[in-house]
């Protein structure tokens, strides 16, 4: 018999498709796992932001793993509320995220600032946070392109969602 904490530690092992060095639990996206009668599985997900169109993928994807960890019985759920935030990430994950070169989220940015030359951001490449923004979206719409003013390399800043 399968245990809540076995599919914690399988869904460990599924990547988010977008930033492979990062699991989707490290992500924050899986936000409950219920066993229920019959080895039926419920794992209930909760997107980025609403339509983002790695959820379908992630979702496969966990389904394909617990498949290949001998469950039949899957249910993946998507939940819009409440939204995900960033402060979900592990911290595990938003320093993966940094070595991998994209910026990870700050913990607090100013509202105002967001999106503004005012916003530092530090350049995962130096280290620098004499940075500036290059656009509001980056290689996907949850990141910002950002450039290092000092090494002059552009790098991915994954945005704040509270």
Same mark, same amino acid.
């Given at each position: 018999m399968v245990t809540e904490k076995e599919i914690w530690q399988w869904l460990e092992e599924v990547p988010d498709p977008e930033i492979p060095v990062i699991s989707v639990l490290d992500l924050g996206v899986v936000r409950k796992v219920e066993i229920l009668e019959d080895d039926k599985v419920n794992v209930t997900i909760t997107p980025t932001y609403s339509g983002c169109p790695a959820m379908s993928a992630i979702s496969i994807s966990i389904r394909l793993k617990l498949v290949e960890k001998g469950l039949k019985n899957i249910n993946v759920i998507n939940q819009l509320s409440p939204p995900? %935030? #960033? @402060?979900?990430?592990?911290?595990?994950?938003?320093?993966?995220?940094?070595?991998?070169?994209?910026?990870?989220? +700050?913990?607090?940015? %100013? #509202? @105002?600032?967001?999106?503004?030359?005012?916003?530092?951001?530090e350049c995962p490449q130096?280290?620098?946070?004499? +940075?500036?923004?290059? %656009?509001?979206?980056?290689?996907?719409?949850?990141?910002?392109?950002y450039q290092c003013n000092d090494c002059h390399e552009p790098f991915d800043y994954f945005k704040c969602h509270h």
């Amino acid at each position: 018999m399968v245990t809540e904490k076995e599919i914690w530690q399988w869904l460990e092992e599924v990547p988010d498709p977008e930033i492979p060095v990062i699991s989707v639990l490290d992500l924050g996206v899986v936000r409950k796992v219920e066993i229920l009668e019959d080895d039926k599985v419920n794992v209930t997900i909760t997107p980025t932001y609403s339509g983002c169109p790695a959820m379908s993928a992630i979702s496969i994807s966990i389904r394909l793993k617990l498949v290949e960890k001998g469950l039949k019985n899957i249910n993946v759920i998507n939940q819009l509320s409440p939204p995900w %935030s #960033t @402060d979900w990430m592990s911290e595990e994950g938003k320093q993966k995220m940094k070595a991998y070169g994209i910026a990870p989220p +700050t913990k607090n940015p %100013s #509202t @105002d600032a967001l999106f503004s030359d005012e916003q530092n951001i530090e350049c995962p490449q130096c280290g620098s946070d004499n +940075t500036r923004l290059i %656009s509001q979206f980056g290689s996907t719409a949850c990141k910002a392109m950002y450039q290092c003013n000092d090494c002059h390399e552009p790098f991915d800043y994954f945005k704040c969602h509270h």
